[in-house]
């Protein structure tokens, strides 16, 4: 039986322990006494997690890993919520806005990896259990004294503030409640918070930590806002057709269209716009599970209980991937061929659904929250008397989801690998003459639609006009169906500039001869010091990007902490930079090899 939900008696409390120091303090001082006194032997008398609910079918331990913050759970990002090209692996809990909360070790073990990066997970610690379990802890702005000394060795041994270091078990062990760092915002991530997994060790597959037994309060169901329908004409795939959204009429209970549902098709797709959010925060996070029904009977399912990263980018195949454009996360309602995530947990036709004339479908798609907080929405789909007969369409090539497939034209080549899409595609391909001096080739169209690439299709180039001196400077862009350009790793191949990309969009040549900008923030020329405890820098460059950053005192290599999402970079004064007068030099050198050199004499 799944164990009672938290009742108004528990948010009473808890909003009490949230707010009580600032009742007014004009009220009696020994008033003020009795209800801290109240509240503090209440909450202690009841069990901090009893209040949620939890699932008999999962097998993991209850009431055994700590809470990682001095903080009561609010999510800011549920586990396995679709994210970019992959699915959330842990819980984002919310630190109020703020870096620098102490950090907890949630069991006994080891830290078994340190990773320090200025992408994704940023400064992160990995601690191994003897209950076969590994805690994660990411966007950390600092590590404790002893690991922070053992990382400050590692960047200097091997000269890069970025590492990636491993460890046996007897090297770093950790004790239930030791403090092992400090929340922060590192890496890419959009916000303070703390980003917390837990994963099975063997394997390293992330579960859903409130499986575990901790506690978000919760009493709102999932928001249920459309749905979409792709109704699939004979011999054609699920990416001929466009597909149509359709708005939702709330009830008491569930959610309704006004109409029957009149496709023009008898096999269709069915998609559901839903997010969810927590009694206390505002974020539209994931859902926990989603379960379709056809006349009654049982038809799709799926629950995000856990993840497997070999797995992530089935992420573009598990949601609508033509409504990232409109940053709506619609939950597809089946499987695509091409679609081999593992989460699905009962099938019928792989979730679509075929009507035949005169008979009415009758749908209902069920949405719940990990606290077992559901939405329903309930359609009838009815197929019109005359279905519409597809146009044929002579302009594009036909791309099998699971064959190896060239498309090669005069200038332009792509192969796409078997595996590349999740159903077939009818590709769309245009050559556009260019007519800007900074492009050294014509601008070659591949495919006109939205459709998601799950392995890198590689793409060839013939340049035109492109002066030798700069063979070594070319550059393969791609700018994508939202016109954002980006620089490819690019290399030649057969006389043609070739790179390896995981999007449609259109495929130009430029040159990369600028080197990267290094500009200083916080120099004061007059006194020639730098202002505060440490030298900020931005850097930039215009193309290819940043490949490698350096920075030294006198000639000795220091730790320069590179944040990518602002593109800063920081020295932080310490042992090498004893006081007196000095001299910087910082070498920043991007993708294509162009060097930029900044040197300032300076006193400390």
Known sequence: MLTPKPDIFYVLILKAKQSVK?????????????????????????????????????????????????LDWKLSGTFGEPRGNHFHAGTDIKTNGAVGYKLYAVQDGYVARIKVSPYGYGNALYIAHPNGYT??????????????????????????????????????????????????????????????????????HPINPLLFGYVVLDNKPPNISGIKVVSIPDGKSYYDVEGSRLELLKGENNYYLKDTLWVDQGKIAIGVHSYDQQTLTTNKNGVFRIEMFVNDESYFKWTMDKTDFDQSRY???????????????????????????????????????????????????????????????????????????????????????????????????????????????????????????????????????????????????????????????????????????QALTTFWKDDMVTARCKEVGWFYVKIDSLPPAINVLNFTSGTKTFR????????????????????????????????????????????????????LKVIVTDDVGNEAVKEIEFIH
């Open 22 to 70: 600032s009742y007014p303090i004009y009220l009696p001082a020994a008033f003020r006494i009795f209800l801290v006194a109240f509240i503090c032997v209440v909450c202690s008398a009841i069990p901090s997690r009893s209040f949620g609910q939890t699932y008999p079918e999962y097998p993991y331990p209850q009431e055994v890993f700590g809470n990682p913050l001095g």
């Open 135 to 204: 805690s994660v802890y990411g966007h950390m702005s600092t590590f404790n004294a002893q690991i922070d000394s053992i990382v400050r060795h590692h960047q200097y041994a091997s000269e890069s503030f970025e590492q990636d270091i491993y460890f046996d078990a007897d090297k770093i062990k950790v004790k239930k409640g030791d403090v092992i760092g400090l929340s922060g915002n590192s890496g890419g991530s959009a916000g303070p918070h703390l980003h917390f997994e837990l994963r099975e060790s063997n394997v390293q």
């Open 315 to 485: 992420v573009n195949a598990f949601r609508d991937f033509c409504e990232i454009k409109s940053q709506r996360t619609i939950y597809n309602c089946f499987r695509l061929p091409g679609n081999y995530l593992d989460v699905y947990e009962h099938l019928v036709n792989d979730g679509f659904i075929q009507i035949r004339p005169n008979d009415v479908a009758k749908v209902n798609i069920k949405v719940y929250d990990y606290h077992q907080n559901k939405s329903e929405v309930e359609l009838y789909v009815k197929l019109k008397n005359e279905p519409i007969e597809p146009k044929e369409d002579t302009t594009t090539t036909f791309i099998a989801y699971n064959k190896n497939q060239n498309l090669k034209r005069d200038g332009f080549a792509a192969y796409f690998p078997q595996g590349t899409f999740y159903d077939d595609v009818n590709m769309f391909y245009e050559e556009q003459l260019n007519n800007s001096s900074t492009i050294y080739s014509n601008i070659h169209q591949l495919h006109n639609q939205f459709v998601p690439l799950h392995k890198s299709a590689v793409i060839q180039v013939t340049p035109i006009g492109l002066p030798q001196k700069y063979k070594d400077k070319v550059v393969l862009v791609h700018k994508d169906l939202k016109r954002v350009e």
């Open 532 to 583: 505060g405890d440490q030298i900020r820098l931005k850097i930039s460059d215009n193309l290819s990007g940043i490949a490698d950053y350096n920075g030294y005192i006198d000639g000795q290599w220091v730790v320069f902490e590179y944040d990518a999402k602002r593109n800063a970079l920081t020295y932080n004064f310490d042992e090498f930079c004893p006081k007196g007068k000095h001299k």
